[in-house]
């Protein structure tokens, strides 16, 4: 219908007054144009009239400061190279380099430019930008690129200070119109070595308008965080938010807009072949030594034209995030701390890190010391719910065998039968007579869960831990064999020495060697500084449960189990 409803309307309609002029126009005979009276030029793109800038050759400049060394080229106006200095590499002989070579080489360096043209995006990161500096040049400092052809036209400035911020400006005239190009940090990070640094990426952003709760904590939660799987690579998210990029476990690359309203993020996945083993090269390998990892990324721009923009690129660390202001935020912290990811209980989280980092600026000035002396402090605080349980664990097997003979009354009716009703309104009386809350001896436990499911977020995202020498571990944020070996033992001495009343001993034999092996091989792979917190958690227990089953409780509780031991033997 739309195909035979235009060729009707073609047919008889009459044209519009344009189309009528202009066929007028050539209908009439040629005159002679008037020097005074040029021709139109409205329909011609305004780019073509543009001077032509373009390099000739390849050039370099770098933009250095006490936190990093950033080395620029001219070919697409990107970041070669961005070496952070107060870091070490995963190898621990240089500082640690931000860019990853083999990923950007593939799918684009920093500050390169992102459309959602791919041969303009070629175009855009390939040209030979004209630079206003070339060398070297110390922060405070600014440099801008420039790029124009017959129909595009660029401009790159960049500005940095002292700090991790950098300010951005681009522009992007493609055939007189100004486009959506986004500054991107399209491929991962340079401290990525391993398949699980790869999969502690994510991309994040902040909406002061969020509604959200959180799980556990009934807070609103204004940073949405987006795990690898739910990433696809060239999807949009428009804004308004405050910031918005991507990281790993221990840096980042931030984008903070002026205007978050007109604000968009576009969100890149790639996929990379790495090696299973750090510096194996994986050309020639099997399957077996190399794996298939996800890169991230994210590009950060205005819609609407020219982006002006911060960029944080650096750290996750917590002193440093805390000390940028984002003057947008009016309905959280005006900061970036939300980049750290404490998790459902940061609110403990968060004091807990603050009180480590005390204990290691003002009494250790070493993060191992640090968390021993914490967990020495927590383990004792604890101690009270300790007993508390134990208290509850025996009035339960105390009154074991008058419940046990209320069951054998009601035995005989099934679980629909009105009166199984009454058992339980028997066994509630005797708890009430007895004194005996049920839930008292998971109760302690329950306490605990949310204090150390905090502790343990914490140390996951203390980037202090990073390369943080004790003793003979050399990195407390990595695996350590001996750690989980020492926990392991600790656990089955543990579980043997504690009187676990009500428990069949068969049953209380297999949990003494099953627990503790379930444990290890889940604390195998991860960080030394949480396997450090555990093993000491678990030795100073020992300890508190050899004085206590010295108590008249603890002598009470292994009377009973013994007791109960010799009648299963009979």
């Given at each position: 219908m739309l195909v035979v409803s235009q060729a009707l309307l073609k047919k008889y309609m009459p044209p519009p007054p344009e189309q009528a002029q202009n066929k007028t126009a050539q209908t009439q005979p040629a005159t002679k144009t008037s020097p005074a009276a040029p021709a139109p030029q409205?329909?011609?793109?305004?780019?073509?009239?543009?001077?032509?800038?373009?390099?000739?050759?390849?050039?370099?400049?770098v933009i250095e400061n006490d936190l990093y060394r950033i080395a620029f080229t001219n070919r697409g106006?990107?970041?070669?190279?961005?070496?952070?200095?107060?870091?070490?590499?995963?190898?621990q002989n240089g500082p640690l380099e931000l860019v990853h070579f083999a990923a950007a080489q593939k799918y684009g360096y920093p500050l390169s430019l992102w459309t959602y043209d791919e041969t303009l995006n070629s175009r855009l990161n390939s040209a030979l930008y004209i630079p206003s500096n070339e060398g070297n040049l110390t922060a405070p400092a600014q440099i801008t690129f420039e790029y124009a052809d017959q129909d595009l036209v660029v401009r790159k400035t960049f500005h940095f200070d002292h700090t991790y911020v950098l300010n951005v400006e681009t522009s992007v005239l493609y055939k007189g119109a100004e486009i959506f190009a986004a500054p991107a940090w399209p491929a991962g990070f340079g401290d990525q070595v391993t398949p699980a640094s790869y999969a502690a990426s994510g991309i994040d952003y902040h909406n002061d308008a969020s509604t959200e709760r959180s799980g556990y904590i009934f807070f609103p939660t204004y940073v949405t965080r987006l795990p690898v799987k739910s990433i696809s690579g060239g999807n949009t998210i428009k804004g308004p938010f405050e910031w918005a990029g991507t990281g790993d476990q221990y840096f980042t690359a931030i984008f903070i807009p002026n205007d978050p309203t007109s604000a968009a993020m576009v969100t890149l996945?790639?996929?990379?072949?790495?090696?299973?083993?750090?510096?194996?090269?994986p050309v020639g390998a099997g399957s077996k030594d190399t794996a298939n990892v996800d890169l991230l990324g994210a590009a950060v721009g205005n819609l609407r034209g020219p982006t002006t923009e911060r960029m944080y690129v650096g750290p996750k660390e917590l002193a440093v995030l805390d000390a940028v202001p984002v003057a947008t935020i009016k309905n959280d912290s005006p900061d970036l701390r939300g980049i750290v990811n404490f998790g459902w209980w940061g609110i403990l989280s968060r004091p807990l890190f603050l009180?480590?980092?005390?204990?290691?600026?003002?009494?250790?000035?070493?993060?191992?010391?640090?968390?021993?002396?914490?967990?020495?402090?927590?383990?004792?605080?604890l101690l009270p719910l300790r007993i508390t349980q134990?208290?509850?664990?025996?009035?339960?097997?105390?009154?074991q065998p008058q419940?046990?003979?209320?069951?054998?009354?009601?035995?005989?009716?099934?679980?629909?039968?009105?009166?199984?009703?009454?058992?339980?309104?028997?066994?509630?009386?005797?708890?009430?007579?007895?004194?005996?809350?049920?839930?008292?001896?998971?109760?302690?436990?329950?306490?605990?869960?949310?204090?150390?499911?905090a502790?343990?977020?914490?140390?996951?995202?203390?980037?202090?831990?990073r390369h943080a020498h004790w003793l003979w571990i050399t990195d407390l944020s990595a695996a350590d064999?001996?750690?989980?070996?020492?926990?392991?033992?600790?656990?089955?001495?543990?579980?043997?020495?504690?009187?676990?009343?009500g428990m069949d001993p068969a049953q209380q034999k297999m949990m003494t060697v099953m627990m503790p092996l379930m444990m290890g091989f889940i604390f195998f792979k991860l960080a030394a500084g949480l396997n450090l917190y555990y093993t000491e958690s678990n030795l100073i227990s020992i300890a508190q449960q050899a004085v206590m089953n010295r108590t008249k409780l603890g002598r009470e509780m292994r009377e009973m189990m013994e007791k109960r031991a010799r009648k299963k033997e009979k």
């Open positions: 409205a329909a011609i793109p305004r780019s073509t009239t543009v001077a032509a800038k373009q390099a000739s050759t390849e050039t370099e400049t106006a990107q970041v070669k190279s961005w070496i952070l200095k107060k870091f070490d590499n995963d190898a996945r790639n996929p990379m072949e790495i090696p299973q083993k750090p510096g194996f090269n009180w480590l980092k005390w204990t290691y600026n003002h009494i250790v000035h070493n993060w191992g010391w640090a968390i021993v002396i914490q967990t020495f402090i927590i383990t004792i605080l134990m208290k509850s664990m025996l009035k339960m097997q105390r009154i419940i046990k003979n209320i069951q054998e009354k009601y035995k005989k009716y099934s679980l629909r039968d009105p009166r199984k009703a009454a058992m339980n309104e028997e066994i509630s009386a005797l708890y009430k007579k007895e004194g005996v809350n049920p839930a008292g001896g998971c109760l302690p436990l329950l306490i605990q869960f949310p204090f150390l499911i502790y343990y977020r914490m140390l996951g995202v203390a980037l202090e831990l064999w001996v750690l989980p070996l020492l926990m392991v033992v600790s656990m089955i001495v543990m579980q043997r020495m504690t009187p676990q009343a």
